[in-house]
Nanobody
Framework: QLVESGGGLVQAGGSLRLSCLAS????????MGWFRQAPGKEREFVAF????????YYADSVKGRFTISRDNAKNTVYLQMNSLKPEDTAVYYC???????????????WGKGTQVTVSS
């Protein structure tokens, strides 16, 4: 099970920190990703972190503004979002994969999502 938290309403330029608490599987051996889906659009990749936390990858649209991290002792993955823009508005989902790729179809477990709304 994956449970996201930390979403909300923020003004453009502001920051939010999303958290995702995992249970029911061996979190420390899974790669973790964040995805988002805006109304009328397909779910898209945002960020990925490998099982150890040493490798991270980002979508070009968030590179330099968002940071993914994880705490394996707490079974939690985070997404720090800075310099938020209205186009970041979406439902944000965390997901887990036993593999090393991070396409939507590659993920084994999904959370239910948390809404992030950025006002202009």
């Amino acid at each position: 099970q994956l449970v996201e938290s930390g979403g909300g309403l923020v003004q453009a330029g502001g920051s939010l920190r999303l958290s995702c608490l995992a249970s029911g599987f061996t979190f420390r051996i899974y790669g973790m990703g964040w995805f988002r889906q805006a109304p009328g659009k397909e779910r898209e990749f945002v960020a990925f972190i490998n099982w150890s936390g040493y490798s991270t990858y980002y979508a070009d649209s968030v590179k330099g503004r968002f940071t993914i991290s994880r705490d394996n002792a707490k079974n939690t993955v985070y997404l720090q979002m800075n310099s938020l823009k209205p186009e970041d508005t979406a439902v944000y989902y965390c997901a887990a994969t036993y593999g090393t790729t991070w396409r939507v179809d590659d993920m084994n477990y999904w959370g239910k999502g948390t809404q992030v709304t950025v006002s202009s």
